[in-house]
Antibody, heavy 122, light 107 residues
Framework: EVQLLESGGGLVQPGGSLRLSCAAS????????MSWVRQAPGKGLEWVSV????????YYAGSVKGRFTISRDNSKNTLYLQMNSLRAEDTAVYYC???????????????WGQGTLVTVSS | DIQMTQSPSSLSASVGDRVTITCQAS??????LNWYQQKPGKAPKLLIY???NLETGVPSRFSGSGSGTDFTFTISSLQPEDIATYYC?????????FGGGTKVEFK
């Protein structure tokens, strides 16, 4: 069974940093593109970033580019999201997501974690 | 970024009703269009990919159609467990973008 388990969320002050982790199991992690998708309270879904299985291809949403860094450790089957210079508008549930890389395109998510809440507030 | 316009933003229906949601892209996205279901407090779930392909295990009452910029999602006979918010999403261009969502409630 495919499982994704996020951790690392919490309350942080504006301008602060936080690192999210996502432990994966039940599939060949090193062969899978992985994404982070977020959802602000009561709002819709926003794709944040994607990283290829090898780590060679990385893309970010414009709203987080330069502040967030996606990475992975294939030896630990773990995906990370380092979030710096956090703003109130980054407050959201952050989901770890397995990307199917369908037609060699990123964006088809066939498995989601349960999400971890990040709250940016003073 | 490609803008995805979904309508309606909410709807009320009865058990057994046919429910239709539309999604319009700001440019041609070919058929690179997915539909997700999200129940309250839960992660989204992929229902349909490439505009009309049903994900494994998804009931056949769910269907999708369309191409280019205009797409439709249909529940042929609404069931109690279908109460959720539904999102369309394009993945033709990065970043993948979602519609604003349609909240389906019971009348």
């Amino acid at each position: 069974e495919v499982q994704l388990l996020e951790s690392g969320g919490g309350l942080v002050q504006p301008g602060g940093s936080l690192r999210l982790s996502c432990a994966a199991s039940g599939f060949t992690f090193s062969s899978s593109a992985m994404s982070w998708v977020r959802q602000a309270p009561g709002k819709g879904l926003e794709w944040v970033s994607v990283l290829s299985g090898s780590g060679g291809n990385i893309y970010y949403a414009g709203s987080v580019k330069g502040r967030f860094t996606i990475s992975r450790d294939n030896s630990k089957n773990t995906l990370y999201l380092q979030m710096n210079s956090l703003r109130a508008e980054d407050t959201a549930v952050y989901y770890c997501a397995k990307d199917l890389l369908r037609w060699q395109k990123y964006g088809v998510v066939d498995c989601w974690g349960q999400g971890t809440l990040v709250t940016v507030s003073s | 970024d490609i803008q995805m316009t979904q309508s309606p933003s909410s709807l009320s229906a009865s058990v057994g009703d046919r429910v239709t949601i539309t999604c319009q892209a700001s440019q041609d996205i070919n058929n690179y269009l997915n539909w997700y279901q999200q129940k309250p407090g839960k992660a989204p779930k992929l229902l349909i990919y490439d505009a009309s392909n049903l994900e494994t295990g998804v009931p056949s009452r769910f269907s999708g159609s369309g191409s280019g910029t205009d797409f439709t999602f249909t529940i042929s006979s609404l069931q109690p467990e279908d109460i959720a918010t539904y999102y369309c999403q394009q993945y033709d261009n990065l970043p993948p973008t979602f519609g604003g969502g349609t909240k389906v409630e019971f009348k």
